[in-house]
């Protein structure tokens, strides 16, 4: 009998069931049941959430279960749902849980299951990231076409063999790129951080096949693949990656960069959602 209490307060515990404990929280808060789209914004992209349509509720991301409001200055700490002008309602997580705060990888990817767990069945990743390829001025957002994980760590547990092979959508890039035929695309490659790579470290992730670097979006984009979810990834380049640029990297200007281009890249992104 022991074993069995063991076992069933281990169940309650799994990622999966606090994701569905967050979901049934957001759907009390917010009235509604079923979420079809998710975004997670990510540094230059928050002002997207005002132009996707109108907003229905916004919550703290502190009061929903397995979300800790975040301390990352320029990374805001709700999660709103928005109804858009075709019917369709976007879950706007504005909450993101880093690799680098050591939280554990479950924290990280909780955001991704709680939208799927909402119902969620496309999930747009977007984050602000340096650039390898260096004709990408600060605040030219671009498509992610694959990733290389360089975190040696994985949201999945024991042996969950999941397929990678489409898992930035080629058609939901296709749909992006009706929107702005100019978009570019490239391969994200997550480094754990928090400091920025040094031009070394660059140069190997451009070696690799790289072409933009940053600290967020592979380990997500793998959660949202194993819940089902089709996803997008977007990268607004607020800087050019060290070494690419002889300038000295710092997180002001990296913020900076991201509140300039903010309004364009806002736009584009609520003209894309509302195509998905
Ligand atoms: N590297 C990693 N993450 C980043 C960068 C970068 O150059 N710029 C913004 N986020």
Redesign the pocket.
């Known amino acids: 009998l022991r074993r069995q209490r063991q076992m069933c307060i281990r169940d309650s515990h799994t990622p999966f069931a606090l994701a569905t404990d967050a979901a049934k929280v957001i759907a009390d808060q917010t009235s509604i049941s079923r979420h079809d789209i998710a975004l997670t914004l990510g540094?230059g992209w928050a002002k997207a959430a005002d132009l996707i349509g109108e907003t229905i509720a916004e919550i703290p991301a502190g009061d929903v279960p397995g979300f800790a409001s975040s301390g990352v200055p320029g990374h805001t700490g709700t999660i709103r749902s928005i109804k858009m002008a075709n019917g369709k309602h976007a879950l706007v997580i504005g909450a993101r849980t880093h690799f680098y705060e050591d939280k554990g990888v479950r924290a990280v990817v909780h955001s991704v299951r709680t939208a799927a767990a909402c119902g969620a069945k496309v999930m747009v990743l977007t984050?602000?990231?340096?650039g390898i390829k260096d004709h990408w001025t600060p605040g030219t957002p671009v498509l992610i076409s694959d990733h290389l994980n360089l975190t040696a760590s994985s949201p999945l547990e024991g042996a969950t063999f999941i397929d990678l092979t489409d898992l930035y959508s080629s058609r939901l890039r296709d749909i992006a790129r009706t929107i702005d035929p100019t978009l570019d695309e490239g391969v994200y490659v997550q480094?754990r951080?928090p400091h920025?790579?040094t031009p070394a470290e660059v140069q190997m992730a451009k070696t690799m096949g790289g072409h933009i670097?940053?600290?967020s979006t592979a380990l997500e984009a793998i959660a949202a693949r194993e819940a089902g979810m089709e996803v997008l990834g977007l990268s607004l380049i607020?800087?050019l990656?060290?070494g690419i640029s002889p300038e000295p990297?710092s997180h002001k200007e990296?913020i900076e960069a991201g509140q300039m281009a903010e309004p364009v890249i806002s736009a584009l992104l609520a003209k894309i959602v509302a195509a998905l």
């Open positions: 540094s984050n602000g990231a340096g480094f951080g920025y790579e670097v940053g600290m607020t800087n990656a060290a990297l990296v």
